[in-house]
Each structure stands twice: as C-alpha cells, then as structure tokens.
C-alpha cells in the first residue's frame, strides 16, 4: 500500500499570500509529480521530479514551483495566491524508470483563494 | 485539444449488472493505457493498466479492452457492487509509465444502486 501524505487538506487563504502544499512518500520512490484538476475537469501534470535536485514543468503551465532536496519531500509553492489558483492538486510518486509502475497518489490538497 | 475523452459524464447501474465505462484517444503515441478510480476527498487508485500490445487485461471483477485501431479502450466491472460507485478516470501515456506523465480523462461517475 502507497503512503504518501498531503498537508494541508484544505485551504482557504487570501489573495496576495505565499503558500507552501506539502507532499511526503515514505516508499523511496525516486519520481514524483504535481497533477491539478479543477471540478468535474481531468487531472493535469504541472510538476515533475524524477530525483533530488531534479524538477521538470509539466503539460499544463503553472505559476508555482517545486523543489527536490529529499527524495521523500516535493514541496509546491505559490509566491502570491491568486484566485485563478483556487484548484485541488495531487501528489504523486512512483517506482523507479524502467518500471510499469502506476502512479501512487496523495489524498490532495483543495486550495480556494478568495 | 483534449487527448483523452470520457465522454459520458455518468453512468448508473443495478447491483449485480455489468458496468462498461468508455474512453476515447486521438494521440496514436500513446502506448500504455490506465484507469483509476477516485472516491470523494480522496486521490485516485489506480485500478488496472493495459499495454498496446494488448488487447485485454483481467484483475478479477474488472478487464480492459484495448482497440488500437478505434483508439479506444473500455472498463467492464461484472458483477458490480455499491462500493463500486466513484469517478473513474482514463489515463494514457507513452514510453510506459515510468515517466508518469500521465493524460487523463475527465472522468466518469458511476453509481451503482442496491
């Protein structure tokens, strides 16, 4: 069983604010990933990290960012919160290249900006 | 463009009947084929995969069925269950998942009545 963690659940925060969405996965896996869906919408890739020190923008362009420093850890960050940010955002992570491994995925985030 | 479509939005059935959720593709690329299932409030789970040089997989109650030449691909849950009722997703890659940049769908609500 995947664990990989998301914090906050939810999120409410003002426009103009700096938010960090935490993703952790305690399975050593060395790729990980920021997918966005809006309501009702498909998912869309905005992150990727395929190891430490390494990051990659995805299909769907995005204002935020991310970094790698620990292999568990895949922080994103809005420096200024706009209410076009208002969306949920999943982590997820999966096994090693080479491998048909799917993707295991955090129980997301919901961030409104009001 | 959307590359990937789910194009009924929902879909009911009885306890016990077949459950068929369909998904279209127009990026002939695309080599490896998923569906997740995702429950309210949390991340989707992945639930069976299937690569093009397939044309069926099997995992117990579900099986996926892969036309190449259509691009399309179908889940069939026989028998459903109420625990069956959530959003299923398609998704679609190529180069496997390994690289976990996934193309999903927009999604299918089942519900499955007692």
């Known amino acids: 069983e995947a664990d990989i963690y998301q914090t906050p659940r939810y999120l409410v925060i003002g426009t103009g604010k700096k938010i960090t969405l935490e993703c952790s996965q305690t399975?050593?896996?060395?790729?990980m990933y920021w997918y966005q869906q809006d309501p009702g919408m498909e998912l869309h890739l905005i992150h990727y990290?395929?190891?430490?020190?390494?990051?990659e923008k995805g299909d769907l362009s995005s204002e935020s960012t991310v970094s790698r420093i620990r292999t568990e850890h895949f922080p994103l960050t809005l420096e200024s919160a706009r209410p076009s940010h208002t969306s949920q955002y999943l982590c997820?992570?999966?096994?090693?290249?080479?491998?048909?491994?799917?993707?295991?995925f955090g129980n997301g985030t919901r961030l409104t900006v009001t | 463009d959307q590359q990937v479509k789910q194009n009924s939005p929902s879909l009911s059935v009885q306890e016990g009947r077949i459950s068929i959720l369909n998904c279209d593709y127009t990026?002939?690329?695309?080599?490896?084929f998923l569906w997740y299932k995702k429950y309210p409030a949390e991340g989707p789970t992945f639930l069976i995969s299937?690569?093009?040089?397939?044309d069926k997989n099997e995992d117990g109650r579900f099986t996926v069925f892969l036309n190449k030449s259509a691009k399309h691909l179908s889940l069939h849950i026989v028998p459903s269950q109420p625990g069956d009722s959530a959003v299923y997703f398609c998704?679609?890659?190529?180069?496997?998942?390994?690289?976990?940049?996934?193309?999903f769908g927009q999604g299918t609500i089942l519900t499955v009545h007692p």
């Open positions: 399975m050593g896996h060395d790729k």
């Open positions: 990026n002939s690329m695309f080599d490896y």
């Open positions: 998704a679609a890659s190529y180069g496997g998942t390994s690289y976990g940049k996934l193309t």
């Open positions: 299937i690569s093009s040089i397939k």
């Open positions: 990290s395929y190891g430490v020190n390494s990051t």
């Open positions: 997820a992570s999966s096994d090693r290249q080479g491998d048909n491994s799917p993707l295991h």
